[in-house]
T-cell receptor
Framework: GENVEQHPSTLSVQEGDSAVIKCTYSDSASNYFPWYKQELGKGPQLIID?????GEKKDQRIAVTLNKTAKHFSLHITETQPEDSAVYFC????????????FGRGTSLIVHP | NAGVTQTPKFQVLKTGQSMTLQCAQDMNHNSMYWYRQDPGMGLRLIYY???????DKGEVPNGYNVSRLNKREFSLRLESAAPSQTSVYFC?????????????FGSGTRLTVV
């Protein structure tokens, strides 16, 4: 089955700095890679996703890149703000069928004012 | 549009007690899922229902049962709670077959078994 490794487990940055979270996956058939943000006491929320036919996707201060050959994808947050502090999860899946994504173990991002 | 609603939000049980966690979605989604979240373990799938009338085991199904009551509702039952089931439980839903495969999660049920 699919295996997703996520690093780092904790990331501490100063406000205004950039943050990068990296994930690797094992199943070359995976073709859909979502990222979720979980604020304290809440459920995870989808913030951005990328499909295997795209190398990069941006949404304001957030971007995701995908390297299919190396089987890794990354979340980039620029100009970080205190409200970006949360736990971020990556996932890998094959779209369609029963759709069971495999999640990484999460990265706790702390943005210091 | 409420999305995915979970009840209760908090619960304390004694070992051996039973309870049912409720989940309902109003987005006409086909598939529904139950996850548990423990520190350092990420999200682990307990059971899922790909469509109304079907249920399947996930990664950690032991000690749990589920019912897909209708397209909107998917409940998780603990027949005899154990301290190892202390966790935060999340329900999620999705519509497969569309171009969007991102989950919508509920806000969670925080369960403590003493």
């Amino acid at each position: 089955g699919e295996n997703v490794e996520q690093h780092p487990s904790t990331l501490s940055v100063q406000e205004g700095d950039s943050a990068v979270i990296k994930c690797t996956y094992s199943d070359s058939a995976s073709n859909y890679f979502p990222w979720y943000k979980q604020e304290l006491g809440k459920g995870p929320q989808l913030i951005i996703d990328i499909r295997s036919n795209v190398g990069e996707k941006k949404d304001q201060r957030i971007a995701v890149t995908l390297n299919k050959t190396a089987k890794h994808f990354s979340l980039h947050i620029t100009e970080t703000q205190p409200e970006d502090s949360a736990v971020y999860f990556c996932a890998a899946s094959i779209s369609g069928g029963s759709y069971i994504p495999t999640f990484g173990r999460g990265t706790s991002l702390i943005v210091h004012p | 549009n409420a999305g995915v609603t979970q009840t209760p939000k908090f619960q304390v049980l004694k070992t051996g007690q039973s309870m049912t966690l409720q989940c309902a979605q109003d987005m006409n989604h086909n598939s529904m899922y139950w996850y548990r979240q423990d520190p350092g373990m990420g999200l682990r799938l307990i059971y899922y229902s790909a469509s109304e009338g079907t249920t399947d085991k996930g990664e950690v199904p032991n000690g749990y049962n589920v019912s897909r009551l209708n397209k909107r509702e998917f409940s998780l039952r603990l027949e005899s709670a154990a301290p190892s089931q202390t966790s935060v439980y999340f329900c999620a839903s999705i519509t497969t077959g569309s171009s969007n495969y991102g989950y919508t999660f509920g806000s969670g049920t925080r369960l403590t078994v003493v």
